[in-house]
């Protein structure tokens, strides 16, 4: 039986994506080839134990980008329980004025 574990938006199969390191240094090419046709991170072990992950460029990026938002959100939520919040009219007329700050700059 193939047992199938959800990580990172992707099924991942237990018996195919855990590879001992071991295993891994013999067949670098091949798991790089892997990691980047299925987009399937592969999880590397040491001594039985999760020391790693192997995954493609554009997958790590993805990741990055979605933490990046995700992050960008609780700092949003935290500013509004603390109450530091502006109006749309606030914000629009602080960028005007910094505009308008710019133009004179260069005249």
């Given at each position: 039986m193939v047992r199938y574990m959800y990580l990172g938006g992707r099924l991942m199969n237990l018996r195919e994506d855990i590879r001992p390191i071991s295993y891994i240094k013999t067949n670098a090419a091949d798991m790089l080839k892997r990691v980047n046709?299925?987009?399937?991170?592969?999880v590397i072990?040491?001594?039985g134990e999760a020391?790693?992950?192997l995954m493609d460029t554009g997958s790590y990026q993805e990741m990055r980008n979605s933490l990046g938002i995700l992050k960008l959100l609780a700092e949003?939520?935290?500013d509004i329980e603390n109450g530091d919040i502006y109006s749309q009219e606030e914000?629009?007329?602080e960028i005007e004025s910094k505009l308008k700050a710019m133009q004179n700059?260069?005249?």
């Open positions: 046709d299925t987009h399937n991170p592969i072990t040491q001594n020391k790693a992950v949003g939520e935290k914000v629009f007329d700059k260069k005249n």
